[in-house]
């Protein structure tokens, strides 16, 4: 690496190996490309049936991006052909994670035997995941800096540090986050740090790979969350940089069928009319839960288009309410399938977006400006929402603290308060629309990156 400025420095080769989940996954194909697309070589490490299942990488940048397939190594109770947490319940997440242990030893393999090219092939840095603690060490052996992903918003990996970083300490609090969670979610996050059947913990996972790696990179920006960025300056002593919010592309990128579905039925609605309802690819609701969901749309009038993913051993038949596909065509659509989520948020059509708060999807319904109806099921989505709430850009539907559960009626309300109701929907879509101002604004997050690329150059070990 030249940094004296004579000429143009050569370009970096970097390795990225994300977790087991198409949340990670997404985002990280997505920093590959916004790597290559400034000439730099970038190898994409995952298993056979992931890398198979991404969308394509962009032509222009396509010859940058080379994908390093390892498979998975079996683990007796994992479902054949299950790669992701897309392919399991979430009791099976720590099979999961044992057969993602396993693959230590060729991830190891691999990464010695690029370091063994030589001199201009050897990789200038690994960007690992959260729980890549085997990666980082595996680096460390091969002396390869490495970076680590935190793909959350920084208040809440600021929450979660707390105890790790004074620094993190001080920015709870300036936002409504974690320190106000309900004790259902209370006791779902408290696996993280008691399950252990994988033989180590989410938590002890985090913690060493935190230990063994240089850099630590957020998904985030100082104008998205000004404190709590400030505050992450350092996590554990290592030095933080951030990755920008890697919004989308707004045209949806990948080009999307005229005959799709959804697409044409949103085509048919008028403007600024339908509710959007999508609660992500993983962790689906109980069966129970989503008849409740449903009769709640159906009692809040609102059109909405759903983008339903069925609760695992649930027949077709079984999935929704009896009749209420009947009761409520004409004003809602149902989809099982795939859904161009980008395209859809992106429809004139669509007013609002209830939406489980995953980190992305947060990030994709305020892209478009939509105010938000917000149901968290797991992980950092509740700091999520309460985050998002707190900016009044929507509201959450009422929980039973202890469950979880909700009712129809609770729904009902929520939804109707956030899209019909005059007070509500003035401000909610007025915060929305400031959010989006930020979200929107490609040149910041190129600028995230372009810095981020510069503290890779920089860092001196
Ligand atoms: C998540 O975000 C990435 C960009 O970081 C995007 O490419 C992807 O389509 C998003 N969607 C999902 C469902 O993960
Ligand atoms: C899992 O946790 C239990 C209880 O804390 C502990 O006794 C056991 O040693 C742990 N197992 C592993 C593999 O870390
Ligand atoms: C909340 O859930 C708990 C546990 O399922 C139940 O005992 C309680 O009655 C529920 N509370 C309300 C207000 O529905």
Same mark, same amino acid.
């Given at each position: 690496?030249?940094? @004296?400025?004579?000429?143009?420095?050569?370009?970096?080769? $970097?390795?990225?190996?994300?977790?087991?989940?198409?949340?990670?996954?997404?985002?990280?194909? *997505?920093?590959?490309?916004?790597? &290559?697309?400034?000439?730099?070589?970038? =190898?994409?490490?995952?298993?056979?049936?992931?890398?198979?299942?991404?969308?394509?990488?962009?032509?222009?940048?396509?010859?940058?991006?080379?994908?390093?397939?390892?498979? %998975?190594?079996?683990?007796?109770?994992?479902? !054949?052909?299950?790669?992701?947490?897309?392919?399991?319940?979430?009791?099976?997440?720590?099979?999961?994670?044992?057969?993602?242990?396993?693959?230590?030893?060729?991830?190891?393999?691999?990464?010695? &035997?690029?370091?063994?090219?030589?001199?201009?092939?050897?990789? @200038?840095?690994?960007?690992?995941?959260?729980?890549?603690?085997?990666?980082?060490?595996?680096?460390?052996?091969?002396?390869?800096?490495?970076?680590?992903?935190?793909?959350?918003?920084?208040?809440?990996?600021?929450?979660?540090?707390?105890?790790? =970083?004074?620094?993190?300490?001080?920015?709870?609090?300036?936002?409504?986050?974690?320190?106000?969670?309900?004790?259902? !979610?209370?006791?779902?996050?408290?696996?993280?740090? +008691?399950?252990?059947? #994988?033989?180590?913990?989410?938590?002890?996972?985090?913690?060493?790979?935190?230990?063994?790696?240089?850099?630590?990179?957020?998904?985030?920006?100082?104008?998205?969350?000004?404190?709590?960025?400030?505050?992450?300056?350092?996590?554990?002593?290592?030095? $933080?940089? +951030?990755?920008?919010?890697?919004?989308?592309?707004?045209?949806?990128?990948?080009?999307?069928?005229?005959?799709?579905?959804?697409?044409?039925?949103?085509?048919?609605?008028?403007?600024?009319?339908?509710?959007?309802?999508?609660?992500?690819?993983?962790?689906?609701?109980?069966?129970?839960?989503?008849?409740? %969901?449903?009769?709640?749309?159906?009692?809040?009038?609102?059109?909405?288009?759903?983008?339903?993913?069925?609760?695992?051993?649930?027949? @077709?038949?079984?999935?929704?309410?009896?009749?209420?596909?009947?009761?409520?065509?004409?004003?809602?659509? $149902?989809?099982?399938?795939?859904?161009?989520?980008?395209?859809? %948020?992106?429809? @004139?059509?669509?007013?609002?977006?209830?939406?489980?708060?995953?980190?992305?999807?947060?990030?994709?319904?305020?892209?478009?400006?939509?105010?938000?109806?917000?149901?968290?099921? #797991?992980? *950092?989505?509740?700091?999520?929402?309460?985050?998002?709430?707190?900016?009044?850009?929507?509201?959450?539907?009422?929980?039973?603290?202890?469950?979880?559960?909700?009712?129809?009626?609770?729904?009902?309300?929520?939804?109707?308060?956030?899209?019909?109701?005059?007070?509500?929907?003035?401000?909610?879509?007025?915060? &929305?629309?400031?959010?989006?101002?930020?979200?929107? *604004?490609?040149?910041?997050?190129?600028?995230?990156? *372009?810095?981020?690329?510069?503290?890779?150059? =920089?860092?001196?070990?």
């Amino acid at each position: 690496m030249d940094d @004296d400025g004579s000429s143009s420095p050569s370009p970096l080769r $970097v390795v990225i190996c994300p977790w087991l989940a198409f949340g990670h996954l997404l985002p990280c194909l *997505d920093i590959a490309e916004r790597l &290559a697309s400034r000439g730099h070589h970038v =190898s994409f490490v995952s298993t056979p049936r992931n890398i198979a299942r991404l969308p394509p990488v962009r032509p222009t940048v396509a010859p940058l991006v080379n994908f390093v397939a390892l498979p %998975l190594p079996r683990v007796d109770g994992l479902p !054949e052909g299950a790669e992701s947490t897309n392919d399991v319940p979430h009791d099976q997440f720590e099979l999961l994670r044992k057969a993602f242990d396993g693959l230590a030893a060729p991830f190891s393999e691999f990464l010695s &035997a690029a370091c063994a090219e030589g001199a201009g092939k050897r990789p @200038d840095w690994l960007i690992v995941d959260t729980f890549h603690h085997w990666a980082a060490a595996s680096a460390l052996e091969n002396k390869v800096p490495c970076v680590m992903l935190l793909l959350g918003a920084a208040t809440v990996i600021a929450t979660w540090a707390r105890g790790v =970083s004074e620094h993190a300490a001080a920015a709870v609090g300036k936002e409504r986050s974690a320190a106000e969670a309900p004790s259902f !979610e209370t006791e779902r996050r408290s696996l993280m740090i +008691t399950q252990n059947a #994988s033989g180590m913990t989410v938590a002890e996972r985090y913690f060493l790979t935190l230990m063994r790696s240089n850099l630590v990179a957020i998904r985030s920006c100082a104008e998205w969350e000004p404190e709590s960025v400030a505050a992450l300056t350092t996590l554990a002593g290592k030095p $933080v940089v +951030t990755l920008g919010l890697l919004p989308p592309s707004p045209e949806g990128g990948r080009s999307i069928s005229k005959q799709d579905t959804a697409m044409r039925w949103l085509d048919a609605q008028p403007d600024k009319s339908v509710v959007y309802v999508a609660l992500g690819s993983e962790v689906p609701l109980s069966v129970e839960q989503v008849h409740e %969901l449903a009769l709640g749309l159906e009692l809040s009038g609102a059109r909405f288009l759903w983008a339903l993913r069925k609760p695992p051993g649930v027949s @077709d038949a079984g999935v929704l309410p009896p009749g209420f596909e009947e009761r409520t065509r004409g004003h809602g659509l $149902v989809v099982t399938g795939w859904v161009p989520q980008i395209s859809v %948020l992106a429809h @004139d059509a669509v007013a609002a977006f209830l939406t489980h708060c995953g980190w992305n999807s947060t990030i994709e319904g305020l892209l478009f400006g939509h105010p938000l109806i917000m149901l968290p099921i #797991s992980s *950092d989505q509740g700091p999520n929402a309460r985050i998002m709430e707190g900016r009044k850009v929507g509201m959450q539907v009422p929980r039973n603290e202890s469950d979880g559960s909700f009712s129809r009626e609770d729904v009902a309300v929520t939804v109707r308060a956030v899209t019909v109701e005059e007070d509500g929907r003035r401000v909610f879509t007025a915060s &929305a629309k400031k959010m989006q101002e930020i979200v929107a *604004d490609g040149a910041c997050h190129e600028r995230c990156i *372009d810095g981020f690329i510069q503290g890779l150059r =920089s860092y001196k070990a």
